[in-house]
């Protein structure tokens, strides 16, 4: 079974998505990777936060697209143990070293910044709900690899452009994963919220399992 610790390793005084929980991560045998969400700042710079609004996870509000770097410098996006500050996305890649990074890009962003960083590290999976993001990347014939997650098994016209699948775990019927390796198609199952869900998981060693710590406890 190969974990991929969904948004850091967080907990009560680690906070979701900060270095600290990414810290954890390398503490951490069970998991062989990271998965994260990046935002473009008014100033064009990467950060590794979930939400479009800083409200939810740290002590500031606002539109990450309407704060400059420097502004979301001010507020604390850690807990009051550990103070952080919002990590830049090289900060994090750099963390994670040898690790799997699984990013999630939500909104159209500068495309052509993104490669040039991305293309300077090795393990990196790049992930959207949206399509557009993820064939906006494809442009550049990119080294690291590019997918599409579905919360329902969507039909596309051709998955070509992808070399691997998140699939909300449900979905991953038998019939549904074996399309997925006929297209040579590494599969990450997200969702999972139980320990008995991953029980209930067959040939669990076949896929990569997004999860929150908590949840295998």
Do not use: C, W
Not at 41 to 65: C, E, M, P, Q, Y
Not at 111 to 117: E, P
Not at 155 to 161: G, I, N
């Amino acid at each position: 079974m190969k974990l991929i610790a969904h948004r850091g390793l967080y907990g009560e005084n680690i906070k979701e998505n900060t270095k600290r929980a990414f810290k954890e991560v390398l503490k951490n045998k069970k998991y062989v990777g990271a998965e994260f969400d990046i935002h473009e700042t008014k100033d064009h710079k990467f950060v590794v936060i979930h939400d479009s609004l800083i409200n939810r996870t740290s002590n500031g509000k606002g539109l990450v697209a309407n704060l400059t770097y420097k502004e979301l410098l001010k507020y604390n996006f850690g807990s009051s143990k550990y103070p952080e500050k919002i990590p830049l996305l090289e900060e994090v890649l750099n963390i994670l070293k040898n690790k799997i990074k699984v990013i999630e890009i939500k909104n159209v962003i500068s495309f052509n910044s993104l490669n040039k960083i991305l293309s300077k590290y090795e393990n990196i999976y790049v992930a959207s709900f949206y399509k557009r993001n993820i064939l906006a990347l494809k442009d550049f014939n990119p080294k690291y690899k590019l997918g599409i997650f579905n919360n329902l098994f969507n039909a596309q016209d051709s998955y070509k452009p992808y070399n691997f699948i998140g699939i909300f775990y449900k979905l991953a019927t038998k019939n549904i994963v074996n399309f997925f390796k006929n297209e040579n198609m590494e599969i990450f199952l997200f969702g999972i919220k139980s320990m008995q869900q991953i029980k209930n998981i067959q040939n669990k060693n076949n896929f990569y399992i997004i999860i929150d710590e908590n949840y295998l406890k």
